[in-house]
């Protein structure tokens, strides 16, 4: 089964990427060609609470138009 939602383009506009797997969140910095891995629960937990709230204001592909 595969999800996914629209957003709009402004919540790509800090240029990064972020991955959330066990405990820690890596950035990937997309001008910088880095990646920078946190190894923090708090890190990880509020990393996850804003990728909720994106999730949760992003539309599904019937209703994006």
């Known amino acids: 089964i595969e999800y996914y939602r629209w957003v ?3 919540a790509f506009a800090a240029g990064m990427t972020s991955f959330l797997y066990k405990g820690k969140v ?3 910095l997309w001008n910088d060609s880095m990646i920078i891995i946190i190894n923090s ?7 996850k ?3 909720e709230y994106l999730w949760s204001q992003a539309k599904t592909p019937q209703t994006a138009k």
């Open 49 to 51: 609470q804003r990728f």
């Open 26 to 28: 890596a950035l990937q």
């Open 8 to 10: 709009s383009k402004e």
């Open 41 to 47: 629960l708090a890190a990880y937990d509020a990393e």
